[in-house]
């Protein structure tokens, strides 16, 4: 008996985020958590669109297969007073070789279960990296590598870890023990 062979087509872009994302962003970041653990917090002690930086960021996007949305990425300028700020914005500069103030962070980035392997994840953070870029930002990120996957493509497109922290907040999670937040640049 042969296997058959099925060519699915699938159409997914990413375009800058709409506030009407919010709906099916919130169902695709709280689907996908279980098995990432990002948030590592979960409930989330405030609302997914602060999550999200629907308040803050710099610039998102959502990314859509079928015209659905399933993914995101924001970019913002500032960690400071947040996650040991300060010792984030060192490392990163130090790395960069620039003023903390010209520093950009990548955020809120997570593709939805049923939407992995198909490039999703790396349009989206391309699409954020040349985004920092082209406004003259020096890109950052930061991860919880619980979830193999998403280090592993930080690091096969580039990012290299600067520093390793055990922030407070980080101390006050269930089954948090012994995890720690990579923090990650890119030229």
Known sequence: MGSERHDVRVTHLVRPRQPDDLPALTEALLEQQPETRYPVRNPLPFPVSEFLHYGDAIAAWTA???DVPVGHIS?????????GGDELHKACAAAHGCDVEELMWISAFFVGTNARRLGV???LLRT???SIL????FPCLEVIPVFPAALGLYESTGWTE????????LADVPGSEGLEVVVMVRG
């Open 64 to 66: 859509t297969v079928d």
């Open 75 to 83: 970019t913002t300028r500032s960690h400071t007073g947040i996650n």
């Open 121 to 123: 994840g790396r349009v």
């Open 128 to 130: 954020a990296f040349d």
């Open 134 to 137: 082209e406004s003259g930002g």
């Open 162 to 169: 600067v520093l390793r922290t055990r922030p407070d907040w």
